[in-house]
């Protein structure tokens, strides 16, 4: 199946520094990126829509001046999680579709840590 | 936001048992997708489920789609260590929301 590749797979960052995560679409064109969080062992909750060349669309209660999205190529979304607190350590996840009824990708994950 | 219900939120069978995890929408959904999610790893897409009363099938999982495209099923047939894992439907409003997700257990 298709690859989506985000990195880093792990980050541990001080409170009050951003962190930038990447998603990549490897071998197809995204028009669509979904960003999740996932707590320890909760579902994945829907962050923001980022369309190629458009501003994200944020799901309600998500800081969108705190998670900044980017989508700025077909192949590449980036989240930057801005004046990083512990609370936002979590387990983050893109998911990119090259349209809207298709099947998902799901990238590796990001586990940030924030002391 | 859109919501997707899951049930049951954790599942122990024995080796062998039939599982079910069901998702239901109160609203009617483009189409519905499932995903396994292993312990550590990340969801990997299993089936996408498109059309009213779509039943499709993988070896041992059998996947339904409810004839209202409101609710959907998935039943594994004689359970295996290798089964380990929580199963997410995601359903499809034009964006995905994950259900809460079916934590299944199996004991050998």
């Known amino acids: 199946g298709a690859v989506v590749s985000q990195h880093p797979s792990r980050v541990i960052c001080k409170s009050g520094t951003s962190v930038k995560i990447e998603c990549r679409s490897l071998d197809f064109q995204a028009t669509t990126m979904f960003w999740y969080r996932q707590f320890p062992k909760q579902s994945l909750m829907l962050m923001a829509t980022?369309?190629?060349?458009?501003?994200?669309?944020?799901e309600q209660g998500v800081e969108k001046d705190k998670f900044l999205i980017n989508h700025a190529s077909l192949t590449l979304s980036t989240l930057t999680v801005t004046s990083a607190h512990p609370e936002d350590s979590s387990f983050y996840i893109c998911?990119?579709?090259?349209?809207?009824?298709?099947?998902?990708?799901f990238g590796q994950g990001t586990r940030l840590t924030v002391v | 936001g859109q919501q997707v219900m899951q049930i049951p939120q954790y599942q122990h069978v024995q080796e062998g048992e039939d599982f079910t995890t069901y998702c239901n929408s109160s609203?009617?959904?483009?189409?519905i997708q499932w995903y396994k999610q292993r312990p550590g790893g990340h969801p990997v897409f299993l089936i996408q489920l498109v059309k009213s009363g779509e039943v499709k099938k993988q070896k041992r999982l059998t996947f339904q789609f409810g004839e209202a495209k409101k609710n959907s099923s998935l039943h594994i047939t004689a359970t295996q260590t290798t089964d380990v894992g929580t199963y997410f439907c995601a359903g499809n409003f034009n964006k995905f929301y994950f259900g809460s997700g079916t934590k299944l257990n199996v004991k050998p």
């Open positions: 998911s990119a579709t090259e349209t809207p009824d298709t099947e998902a990708f």
């Open positions: 609203t009617t959904l483009s189409n």
């Open positions: 980022s369309n190629e060349g458009s501003k994200a669309t944020y």
